[in-house]
């Protein structure tokens, strides 16, 4: 088992005065793939904003490499679940991801390997030949994966991914988790998705978040837990996912 | 041009030109960050401080300094709350520093006359002084946007990663705020208080219809700044007209022609 990167003990966040996540306890070691999945509202992209900083708990501890969030967060890599941008803005795809250096970098401008990385990010999206195309001449698709290479370009130790394959085709979506497999020999990720069949056959370790985490030390998904988080199966049906992929009882998904 | 033989006229050329790279800069960051009615709200405070220097005798441009400094650190602090009420507080502001003005002034012992000056601009008779302080200005922002153009870049583009990054979001706000009031200060002796805002925002706002970098934005926005400043001024001249007006007018008139030119393109 590697060391602790994440560690949360007793966190409670309130936003607007009501509570939204209680009691989240989670160990992340190195390496790990954690999945999460939760009804709309659950408050998975909370718990990621925690974690990177943008949402002050009201209660509990957590450290990020052993030390407060503040001091770590550029370790962190973020692919936000939805990309809100203004679509005039006068701004390049390259210029998007290589944004991504501006805490490491040393001078004003950003270095000729700054560029390198953030090609190399482009590169791994399948995105390199848009590199010049501005951002707001991109589909949502085509934006979604630039974020992820913006979240590379980064170079985290730990990449947090909400939703990332939310609005990407299946032919991308496909290879993204095969991507995701080889960042995992590099880094530790933490996913959030609703795709539960996917990401039960790609992740390590599988949590549910429905105001609080549900959380065991293996990919199992029983349907306990997937009761205590979403209630009722038939949320899950919403989620276009197939009664059957459920266990008859305390059955396993996945492999 | 034999109305270049006049002083004042080259002068007026060089504030002109000054203004328009203070206004060229500053105002694209206020485009894309869609900050007009902050800067707004800025630009009208000034006028509290140009009426508290007419009261105690000092330089009326100092005052305006100060009072845009104080409420650019003031929109910043309302900019960091994420009420709803933003907008609202602004709009007090504003007006809280027009009112200190106008009483001000009223208190102000003699001759207030060139008072209109600063309301509405004049370009023609900028004292020299004046021109080697909105240089100095000029100076301190350029410098400013040369140092910090991908941190404020970043800022204006996505604040969120920005602060994921480990970038000091407030700092750069409340910079650009910063800048945004020396800028008004630049161009108060041009066109004056009221239209200030038309000029910050009209020529970014055509520059970014044809830039595809913020880079661009700005060299166009400060060309097209000057190509406003001087038809105006020239127009003023020839007709007789108040300077600072004729400028407005000649840069409204070019973005109406540049909104249609780009539809035509794209039909
Ligand atoms: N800025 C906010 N102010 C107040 N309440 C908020 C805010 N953002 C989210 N919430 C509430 O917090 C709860 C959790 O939201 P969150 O976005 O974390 O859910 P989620 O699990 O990511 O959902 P989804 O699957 O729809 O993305 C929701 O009940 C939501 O209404
Ligand atoms: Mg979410």
New interface residues.
Partial sequence: MGKKVIEIENLFVELDGITVLENVNLTVNEYDFLGIIGPNGGGKTTFLRVLLGLVKPARGKVRIMGNPVEKNRHLLGYVPQYAVFDRSFPISVEEVVVSARLARKQGIRFSNEDYRIAASALERVEMLPLRSRQMGELSGGERQRVLVARALAVQPRILLLDEPTASVDSRFAAGFYELLRELNREMTLILVSHDISAVSSYVKTLACMNRTLYYEHSRELNREMIENTYNCPVDLIAHGIPHRVLPPHDGVVGS | MEILQFDFMRNALLVGLLVSVACGMIGTYVV?K?IVFISGGISHTAYGGIGLGYYLGFNPMLGATLFTIVSALGMGLVQQRSSQRQDTVIGVMWAVGMALGIVFVKLSPGYTADLMSYLFGSILTVPERDILFILLLDLLIIATV??Y???F??V???E????????KVEFYNILLLLLVALTVVVMIRAVGIILVIALLTIPPAIA?EY????K??MGLAVVLGIIFTTAGLYLSYLFDLPSGATIILVAATGYILALLIKKKIHT
């Fill in positions: 894309v869609r040369y140092r153009f991908e941190e870049k970043a204006a583009f996505d969120e990663f920005a602060r994921v990054s480990g970038l970014g830039s595809r970098g913020l661009g934005m």
